[in-house]
Structures are given as structure tokens and as C-alpha cells.
């Protein structure tokens, strides 16, 4: 048995953040499927035993103090950044602006995005006004990314860390969003180019179930 | 001139979380009035040389080192649960747990209520798809969260920490949000009840200064 396991179904790109993390890493982990479509998130089982918050990912650990069971994208790229040594900040003022850019991910980043790609590139919902104002929000975070990699090719410290990870766990899917990455935000593009290139980078498909 | 200065506005619930966290710890501190409605945090001055994120607050620490400027509100409570001593974690276990519910708040709990208050109590947009929509969004994580109170006074360590200080920064303004918690989410009603009770709690007017 692998020494992590990884809730996921390849759609999230919340997961992708841990198993991207978990791969570039070398950790010993396997995925196990979450039945998200079929509602597994929203049954008692899982919201009173594995997550009462109701998402994936949900990480388990077997270390040398039994379980460890974590929630959250962002805490489980700060346990394995600490466990591992990798991707991490190197002193306290980077750990702080890597978490400002994680909380700024959670709140805008991926939030406005991921739901406005839910909406309109899965569900199919067509244009609505809720995927109009998911779209406007999602830009106006893409922008200010956009700006900051334009001037640094990561987001702290020079080179990739748990922030990057963090905010590229949308960077590889391909449903429409209504979005052309590659022309409204080069720089967000470029940076997710050279994230595809770190050694031992693999997209969603590659690391996670698909769904029956 | 005080050791920290807060920028912020009585209005940001987000500005709320970091001048109650800096009160109730007694610190020295003064608010800074961002002229949020007049486009403050939009100009180009603002985004180049305070917060590129454009968000209110921003936290300055005159410390021993020199300047330490942060922005997020959960940076600034880590930072301040750190200096203080006050409302943070006990061990790594909770530092976790508290990590995990100021990213849910930043992700849904304080996102999807303090934008439906935003646009509905506000800008007073009226009933729309959008309002409609972020109204759902904002009564599921309301739940996840009353659940979780209804079994414990505080979300971590049943004690107050930092965790409850974000989730409460729209626990005490008064404008219509089509919402009604003490009717829908009676554990989250007696947990804002309970922080406000806390010594040397204060309301947002209290704290932070008004508009013109």
C-alpha cells in the first residue's frame, strides 16, 4: 500500500494541486476515485467520516504517528512542502507571501475560474449571467496574475514553489471557458508552459480516475 | 504614531477580521481609510505600490526590522496570531485545522455571503440570477459551518482562534442579504454571539473609519 492516498477525480483541478504536488515530489502514493458526479461529496458517509467541508481532495498519510487525514488544497501543499522539503518557502517572509497566494488563489484565482468552467465547460449551462459575472470576475484575477508573471517567472521567490502549484491546478484542462489564455494573458500562459516543463510534470489525465 | 496602521474601511467585513484580531490582542494601532467607493484600491498608485491584488486590507508593521507591509486577512491574522501570541495554534495539528478553515472561508464561507452583501445590500442590484446564485452558493457553506458549530463552541481546539476571527468578518453588518442566519443557521447566530462577547470585542463602526 502506498504511503499516500490521494481522493481525486481527474476533473478537479483542486485535487491536480495535490497530485501534482504529490508527483513532482517522488512520493509514494496512489489516487483513489471520488464518484463526485454521483454525488459521493454530498452523502452523510462522506461529509460525517471523511469531509464534513464536502470536497475532494481529501489526503491520508500513513507516517510514523498513525493517520494523518487532511482537507484543503492549500494545507495538504504546506504538509507535503514541510514533509518533503520541496516547493517550500525559504524563510518567514516567503512563507507568508506564499500564502498570500494561495489564499488570493482560493479566493479569486481558481474560484472564479474553476466554477465558471464547471458551469459553462462541463455542465453546459450555455452563457447565463451567472457564467457572464464568473467570467468578468475570472479575468480581473487573471489579470493581476498576469501582471505579476510578467515581471517574474514564478510567483515567489524566483522559482516554483506550493503558490505556483496552488494557482496552476486549472492551467492544463481544455473545456471552454469563454477565456482565451493565450491571448488575454501571455504571461499566465508562458508560466504554465514552464511548469508543464518541470521534471516529472504530467497533466490531470496522467495522475488521476477518470469517472465511469 | 502607532506600531501598526490598518488600511481599510468600516465596510470590508475582509478589513474587519485584522482590526478586531489587532483589538482584541491590544495592540497599538490605527485605521487608515482606504476611500474604497471612489475607486482607491483601482488606480494604478495603489496597485503598484501598496497591493498589486487591489484588495483591502493592508496591514504596516513598524517592527524591529524595519516596515513589514502584509495583505490578505488571513496573512495578517498568521502574522499577528505569531507576534501576539494570542488566537493561534498550539501545535502543528491545529495550525493545520485553523489553516484549513480560513481557506474555506476564503474559498466559500466569507467569499460567495460579503460579495451576495456586496451586490444585494450595497450596490442594491436587486433580486438577479447572480444574487440568486451566490445566495445558494453562500447558504451551503453557512451549513457546512453551522453544523460544525452546533457541535462545538468555536471551529478549532474549542477555544477562540484566528479561524474564527476570518469566518466572523461578516457576522456583525446589518444590510440585507435575503439571508436570515438566526432563522437558517441558529449555531452560526450563537457563535457570532459568542465572539461578541469576547473581551474587548468591538463592531465594525467601532474600529474603522466611514466613508465620505
Avoid at 508527483?23 to 469531509?51: I, K, M, Q, Y
Avoid at 504538509?79 to 518533503?84: C, Q, R, S
Avoid at 501582471?147 to 517574474?152: M, W
Wanted: proline share 6%; hydrophobic share 45%; with cysteine.
Amino acid at each position: 500500500m502506498s504511503e499516500f492516498s490521494l481522493h481525486c477525480f481527474v476533473e478537479s483541478g483542486n485535487a491536480y494541486k495535490a497530485a501534482l504536488m504529490l508527483e513532482l515530489c517522488g512520493c509514494d502514493w496512489s489516487p483513489v476515485l471520488v464518484p463526485f458526479f454521483a454525488g459521493a461529496t454530498r452523502t452523510p458517509e462522506w461529509r460525517d467520516s471523511v469531509n464534513e467541508m464536502g470536497e475532494a481532495p481529501v489526503l491520508e498519510h500513513k507516517g510514523a504517528d498513525g493517520m494523518v487525514r487532511l482537507t484543503q488544497s492549500g494545507v495538504i501543499l504546506d504538509y507535503l512542502a514541510g514533509l518533503t522539503g520541496q516547493f517550500g518557502p525559504a524563510d518567514e517572509q516567503e512563507r507568508r507571501e506564499i500564502l498570500r497566494w494561495i489564499l488570493f488563489d482560493n479566493h479569486k484565482f481558481t474560484s472564479y475560474y474553476a466554477t465558471l468552467r464547471f458551469l459553462y465547460g462541463l455542465q453546459k449551462t450555455g452563457e447565463t449571467p451567472v457564467t457572464e459575472w464568473l467570467r468578468g470576475r475570472a479575468r480581473a484575477a487573471y489579470g493581476i496574475v498576469d501582471k505579476h508573471l510578467a515581471a517574474s517567472d514564478f510567483l515567489v521567490g524566483g522559482r516554483p514553489t506550493i503558490a505556483d502549484l496552488s494557482l496552476a491546478g486549472y492551467a492544463y484542462y481544455s473545456e471552454p471557458t469563454g477565456i482565451d489564455r493565450a491571448a488575454e494573458f501571455p504571461a499566465v500562459e508562458a508560466w504554465a508552459a514552464r511548469i508543464a516543463a518541470l521534471p516529472g510534470w504530467k497533466p490531470p489525465a496522467a495522475l488521476m480516475p477518470a469517472q465511469a
